[in-house]
């Protein structure tokens, strides 16, 4: 790898980590020169970088509570309209703003994920991966539709998968002694699986309650962070 792109690949990392960080690295790379694997060890340690900062970020936590709060408003609307929205359960004007929840609690699923910390187990990778293939795609059918294409039991299916790896995520929290966070999206996954509209609501006020609880209780790893 040239001196040029080492360098170059530091514009990766976050500006924090820049700040404290680039010139000792800067001037371990001009003394010793550039290795092949500086490529591959800059590109990991930018992305643990961004996904494990020194202070948690909040955004996690607040694209759960919009996730929920959108859920929840349609929740409302399609429980006082006397009419049933068609299977499975989408009107087309909900569909956008549907699709928008689903990118914000891929987010919000992610960020609860890393409140685990770098020691993982296989079991949390798999829930992590299950939900991340399901909310990706449950967002498929959900353009699909919106563009007039047919939809109906791939979406079930997607979504379902999504919510069952959200579940598992949660569980992991319980069992980290992270309980607040972890049974709120327990909760708001049970709540998405009872194929009633109220169930929708539940899903939607159990995203907003585990968005709260991320605010309020940021953690880094397994071990609650002291601010």
């Keep these: 790898m040239s001196r040029r792109a080492a360098l170059a690949a530091l514009r990766l990392y976050p500006s924090r980590w820049r700040d ?47 996730a929920g709060g959108i859920w929840t408003a349609w929740s ?84 379902t998968a999504a919510v069952i790896g959200s579940g598992l995520v949660g569980l992991a929290l319980v069992a980290t002694r992270d309980e607040r966070v972890g049974i709120l999206i327990a909760l708001a996954a049970v709540g998405l699986l009872v194929p009633f509209v109220l169930g929708w609501l539940i899903f939607g006020l159990g995203w907003m309650g585990a968005g709260v609880a991320m605010l309020q209780e940021p953690r880094i790893g397994r071990r609650l962070a002291a601010f």
């Design 76 to 159: 409302v609307v399609i429980l006082s309209n006397p009419t049933r929205p068609d299977w499975p359960g989408y009107l087309q004007e909900m569909l956008p703003s549907a699709a928008a929840a689903v990118v914000l609690l891929t987010i919000a699923v992610s960020g609860a994920w890393l409140r685990l910390g770098d020691d993982a187990t296989r079991l949390e990778r798999l829930a992590i991966g299950v939900a991340l293939a399901g909310h990706v795609g449950w967002l498929v059918m959900l353009v699909a539709a919106f563009a007039g294409l047919e939809y109906g039991a791939p979406t079930a299916v997607a979504s």
């Design 20 to 66: 404290r960080y680039e010139d000792e690295v800067r001037a371990l790379l001009e003394e010793r020169g550039p290795r092949k694997r500086d490529g591959l060890d800059l590109a990991r340690g930018a992305l643990d970088a961004w996904l494990h900062p020194p202070v948690p970020s909040r955004f996690p936590g607040i694209a759960a509570i919009a």
